[in-house]
């Protein structure tokens, strides 16, 4: 059963080498686990949606969009409700009732199913609030890095493992066709064990400490912070930036590179067309935006970030017109390390903006505010996954063109010629992205680079974001 701690002071260095350090780790590393299962769960339908047409269930474009779509925005509203016991128990739902899918499922069921994995989604916010208060000041950023990474990770290895699970048993020859045998339900029962590990080890291992309860009274003082709200859509284009990508991009590059994929099966069908080396290089850049804000600042990080989605989002544009996989994938690889580095960055910056806001208040108490730093990363967590929703939104909506087409097409070869026509169909997506990227770089210099102090309460913080 878990401990409560009472006298926590991190940033005692007496306190912190001779027993910090060492919980602080434990808690760490536990919390790593925790996530890791819930967002391998909660990304399980970015591979059963491109399965589904192998079990007879055939939908159109903007209908898989939404089953991608639905368990990012249910686990975004849940980040802020849930915490580490509960989801691990939670996400036992969405793993089994993927063992009922087949080709008489209506979509109706399809989308209540998937509805039910973001409950793999919705520990984050807890996770890293906790976290952050069991380290000091200096490693917070390093610290938040890792236990985001951990979790980050369980979306490529979902989309790497799952679709080898799901034809253990069908034979090699088979597995080479378009259409071959999958076993769905293998996606949900695998992630079982692992499911009931992280609930016990979270309930038996896991410390709480007294100070880091973000109540009620700690949301209500962060919400009416400016800070939090510009933090919020700053973290939209990070983090809903790569989670909207992993979610989606399976599924952009089955419909955009279909002759791709034709001319090379073992891609198509064992790595799901390489959506998961994205999600890998956002995981694995976290901790190391997360390093480089501890030195030379979140807010420069940050902005450094923003500009580089922004221009190889223009790449990306160029591979779709030139109709080049190599140069839209290379391009999308880059996106993903600069939305990692700025999931890091950006969380840096809430506990050093509130540390600051803190210092300045003789009225509260630090602790105070690090409990509305706590909160604002719950809810900074909450909003930024919601903006994955929107990225997937804006793909679907740009998809319906073609939708349009394809019902009016009656034979085979019509369709095929109308997809070939429609490769650049997610373009008008993209452009709105790049718009979104160069937006979100203008206000985070306005509020936090920038040198010169205005009047306003944001701006004045530049140096504790810097």
């Given at each position: 059963?878990?401990?409560?701690?009472?006298?926590?002071?991190?940033?005692?260095?007496?306190?912190?080498?001779?027993?910090?350090?060492?919980?602080?780790?434990?808690?760490?590393?536990?919390?790593?686990?925790?996530?890791?299962?819930?967002?391998?769960?909660?990304?399980?339908?970015?591979?059963?949606?491109?399965?589904?047409?192998?079990?007879?269930?055939?939908?159109?474009?903007?209908?898989?969009?939404?089953?991608?779509?639905?368990?990012?925005?249910?686990?975004?509203?849940?980040?802020?409700?849930?915490?580490?016991?509960?989801?691990?128990?939670?996400?036992?739902?969405?793993?089994?009732?993927?063992?009922?899918?087949?080709?008489?499922?209506?979509?109706?069921?399809?989308?209540?199913?998937?509805a039910t994995a973001g409950f793999g989604g919705g520990n984050f916010s807890?996770?890293?609030?906790?976290?952050?208060?069991?380290?000091?000041?200096?490693?917070?950023?390093?610290?938040?890095?890792?236990?985001?990474?951990?979790?980050?990770?369980?979306?490529?290895?979902?989309?790497?493992?799952?679709?080898?699970?799901?034809?253990?048993?069908?034979?090699?020859?088979?597995?080479?066709?378009?259409?071959?045998?999958?076993?769905?339900?293998?996606?949900g029962l695998m992630w079982m064990p692992f499911i009931v590990a992280a609930?016990?080890?979270?309930?038996?291992?896991?410390?709480?400490?007294?100070?880091?309860?973000?109540?009620?009274?700690?949301?209500?003082?962060?919400?009416?912070?400016?800070?939090?709200?510009?933090?919020?859509?700053?973290?939209?284009?990070?983090?809903?930036?790569?989670?909207?990508?992993?979610?989606?991009?399976?599924?952009?590059?089955?419909?955009?590179?279909?002759?791709?994929?034709?001319?090379?099966?073992?891609?198509?069908?064992?790595?799901?067309?390489?959506?998961?080396?994205?999600?890998?290089?956002?995981?694995?850049?976290?901790?190391?935006?997360?390093?480089?804000?501890?030195?030379?600042?979140?807010?420069?990080?940050?902005?450094?970030?923003?500009?580089?989605?922004?221009?190889?989002?223009?790449?990306?544009?160029?591979?779709?017109?030139?109709?080049?996989?190599?140069?839209?994938?290379?391009?999308?690889?880059?996106?993903?390390?600069?939305?990692?580095?700025?999931?890091?960055?950006?969380?840096?910056?809430?506990?050093?903006?509130?540390?600051?806001?803190?210092?300045?208040?003789?009225?509260?108490?630090?602790?105070?505010?690090?409990?509305?730093?706590?909160?604002?990363?719950?809810?900074?967590?909450?909003?930024?996954?919601?903006?994955?929703?929107?990225?997937?939104?804006?793909?679907?909506?740009?998809?319906?063109?073609?939708?349009?087409?394809?019902?009016?097409?009656?034979?085979?070869?019509?369709?095929?010629?109308?997809a070939h026509a429609h490769a650049g169909w997610s373009i008008p997506a993209?452009?709105?992205?790049?718009?979104?990227?160069?937006?979100?770089?203008?206000?985070?210099?306005?509020?936090?680079?920038?040198?010169?102090?205005?009047?306003?309460?944001?701006?004045?913080?530049?140096?504790?974001?810097?």
């Amino acid at each position: 059963m878990r401990t409560w701690i009472d006298d926590w002071t991190p940033e005692d260095p007496d306190f912190w080498e001779r027993k910090g350090r060492r919980i602080a780790r434990r808690n760490l590393w536990l919390s790593v686990f925790a996530e890791h299962v819930g967002f391998s769960v909660w990304v399980l339908w970015t591979i059963v949606v491109i399965n589904l047409g192998n079990v007879g269930i055939t939908l159109s474009l903007p209908e898989q969009f939404w089953l991608t779509a639905v368990p990012n925005l249910i686990g975004s509203a849940l980040r802020i409700l849930l915490f580490i016991p509960c989801l691990a128990l939670a996400v036992v739902v969405p793993s089994g009732w993927l063992a009922g899918l087949n080709h008489d499922t209506q979509f109706a069921v399809l989308l209540a199913c998937a509805a039910t994995a973001g409950f793999g989604g919705g520990n984050f916010s807890s996770s890293m609030a906790n976290i952050s208060f069991f380290f000091p000041e200096g490693r917070q950023g390093a610290a938040l890095g890792i236990n985001a990474a951990g979790g980050n990770l369980g979306v490529a290895v979902a989309q790497l493992l799952v679709p080898l699970v799901i034809i253990i048993g069908v034979p090699a020859a088979a597995v080479k066709l378009p259409v071959h045998e999958v076993h769905l339900a293998y996606a949900g029962l695998m992630w079982m064990p692992f499911i009931v590990a992280a609930a016990f080890c979270a309930w038996r291992y896991m410390d709480s400490i007294s100070d880091a309860k973000a109540d009620t009274a700690s949301y209500t003082k962060a919400l009416r912070h400016g800070q939090t709200w510009v933090m919020s859509l700053l973290y939209i284009g990070t983090f809903g930036s790569f989670i909207g990508y992993a979610f989606a991009l399976p599924l952009v590059i089955k419909n955009t590179f279909p002759e791709f994929l034709a001319g090379h099966p073992f891609i198509a069908t064992y790595l799901a067309g390489l959506g998961f080396v994205g999600a890998l290089v956002g995981s694995l850049a976290r901790p190391l935006g997360g390093w480089l804000s501890d030195r030379v600042g979140g807010a420069r990080v940050t902005l450094a970030c923003f500009a580089g989605m922004g221009a190889f989002t223009a790449l990306a544009i160029a591979g779709v017109n030139r109709h080049s996989f190599a140069l839209f994938f290379a391009a999308y690889m880059v996106i993903f390390l600069f939305s990692g580095m700025g999931n890091g960055s950006t969380y840096r910056m809430i506990p050093a903006i509130f540390a600051e806001l803190g210092r300045r208040d003789a009225n509260a108490t630090l602790v105070d505010y690090k409990r509305r730093a706590a909160a604002a990363i719950g809810i900074c967590g909450a909003v930024g996954a919601f903006g994955g929703f929107l990225i997937q939104v804006a793909f679907r909506q740009a998809s319906l063109s073609t939708v349009v087409e394809m019902k009016a097409a009656t034979l085979p070869a019509q369709k095929a010629a109308i997809a070939h026509a429609h490769a650049g169909w997610s373009i008008p997506a993209l452009w709105v992205f790049l718009g979104a990227y160069v937006a979100l770089g203008a206000l985070t210099w306005f509020c936090y680079v920038r040198r010169s102090v205005a009047t306003t309460r944001i701006p004045s913080l530049a140096s504790a974001a810097v």
